[in-house]
């Protein structure tokens, strides 16, 4: 375990920063970042698998300004970790790795918070110098500001899987139910989630709900015919 | 000035990537709008030492909002105004009309569009059996084809009309683009929910018509809650509750 911890927590550090401060180009997305640190262990097959989970319930909390929400990118790198870690998918193991991205995303986002709190200090603190105009202290704050993100990305992946990935290893020893309808009940409460945010996106387009059924219809044909 | 030099366009569309680096929570937005315009603020006459470069980037660093994306229109609309010389006081008024439509038409037409469609499209990829290269990589290419062409579009459209820019917002697919995105969406979160939910439950259909009925009381259960509790945190619980319940019997 110790010896993946580092690069998890560089990948957790890269992804965490994409979330919002470079470059955003959504490798922070549970489905991106669950995979490449599936894909991490060796465990590419079980990263995507994880990352389906938490993308259904990523797709409630969209980066909308000045919102507080959660960080997905260093915890999906937690919650693909710990469930690749375990490739032959014991009972519990999609429970408890889920359980451990959503407590990551929860601290991770009130580690952006704080961040974006410090930014402001930091911003306070130069207010001459800016509105002087001052080249080196509107570069120097950006700079600041990322490399902060980085290291708040790195320090929340390390500090969550160090505590996380044994304690699920406890949890997955004493689980006693079965592991389909374990996972039933993981899938029944993401895709509830995604269901819900589904409707609070699109409920006010004209036509969605018929573009739902119509999918709707796809999806369950294509599921019974496989 | 009618051309920004390349040099100096890539330099602003490396810094758009980075415009959050410094987001707080009482200036926003502002820092990473200087930090962005300061390569064509290089451009006036007399150079990053000049007293117009210093109050053009000081004016530039003040508070704004915008999306992090469709920021790039204000980025090329501001270069535009600052080097051909318009007065601060008309600059000004310009940062603070620019706002609001900016955040609102990229909100709707990214966050609540675009990213929830080519996340659903890649579930449904992931459903049908894809693997982790072909979900992950649909979903980043499609995805990253309209962020980065948005940003390019920003920043052409911004410089090429300076402050007149209002105008380009009428473009279609700022307008029509979200409504019609939104449908897509609703077809593909029809389409992936099904799908996916099959795939991360495994072979056999025995429990998928219970999963799909209680999927269906679920999302109307987190509907319900929406202004007590996000549903997000709802699962936390629930999944934390049901360790407990599997770990303690």
């Known amino acids: 375990m110790l010896v993946d911890l580092l690069p998890i927590a560089i990948l957790g550090g890269v992804l965490g920063l994409d979330v919002v401060s470079f470059p955003q180009a959504m490798i922070s997305r549970p489905i991106v970042a669950a995979t490449l640190s599936g894909a991490l262990i060796g465990q590419p097959l079980s990263g995507v698998l994880i990352g389906a989970a938490l993308e259904l319930i990523a797709l409630e909390t969209l980066p909308f300004g000045a919102s507080r929400y959660p960080e997905w990118g260093s915890a999906s790198v937690v919650g693909g970790a710990i469930f690749a870690s375990h490739p032959d998918h014991p009972a519990g193991a999609m429970t408890v790795s889920v359980v451990a991205a959503l407590a990551t995303t929860w601290v991770g986002g009130w580690t952006m918070v704080k961040l974006r709190q410090l930014n402001a200090v930091w911003a306070g603190k130069n207010r001459v110098a800016l509105e002087a105009g001052a080249r080196g202290s509107v570069v120097s704050l950006q700079l600041k500001g990322m490399t902060a993100d980085l290291a708040r990305g790195l320090l929340l992946t390390a500090v969550a899987y160090a505590i996380l990935a044994p304690l699920s290893n406890m949890l997955m020893m004493l689980w006693s139910v079965d592991a389909r309808v374990s996972r039933c009940v993981v899938v029944t409460a993401a895709a509830s989630v995604a269901g819900g945010a589904a409707w609070k996106l699109f409920h006010s387009t004209s036509g969605a709900r018929w573009f739902f059924i119509g999918g709707l219809a796809v999806g369950a044909f294509v599921l019974f015919v496989k | ?249």
């Open chain 2, 1 to 249: 000035m009618t051309e920004l030099p390349i040099g100096t366009r890539i330099s602003i569309f490396a810094r758009l990537l980075a415009i959050q680096g410094a987001w707080n929570y009482e200036t926003l937005l502002g820092n990473g709008i200087g930090f962005c315009l300061e390569p064509a603020l290089r451009l006036l006459p007399g150079g990053v030492h000049s007293p117009q470069f210093h109050q053009a980037l000081a004016r530039e660093s003040r508070y704004f909002n915008a999306h992090p994306y469709l920021a790039s229109v204000a980025v090329g609309a501001l270069a535009r105004a600052e080097l051909d010389g318009e007065p601060p006081e008309r600059i000004e008024r310009f940062r603070t009309a620019l706002c609001g439509p900016l955040g609102s038409v990229g909100d709707r037409l990214v966050w609540a569009g675009w990213l929830p469609f080519c996340s659903l499209a890649s579930l449904a990829i992931f459903g049908i059996g894809g693997g982790p290269l072909a979900v992950v990589g649909f979903f980043l290419i499609s995805y990253n084809i309209g962020h980065f062409g948005l940003r390019i579009w920003g920043l052409n459209t911004g410089w090429n009309h300076g402050l007149r820019v209002a105008s380009a917002l009428g473009n279609p697919v700022l307008r029509r683009g979200p409504q019609e995105i939104g449908r897509l969406a609703a077809l593909a979160t029809g389409i992936a929910i099904p799908l996916a939910l099959g795939r991360v439950i495994g072979p056999g259909r025995g429990y998928i018509g219970t999963v799909l009925l209680a999927v269906a009381v679920g999302s109307l259960l987190v509907v319900r809650l929406q202004r007590r509790i996000e549903g997000w945190r709802l699962s936390l619980w629930l999944l934390a509750a049901f360790i407990l319940i599997s770990v303690i019997r």
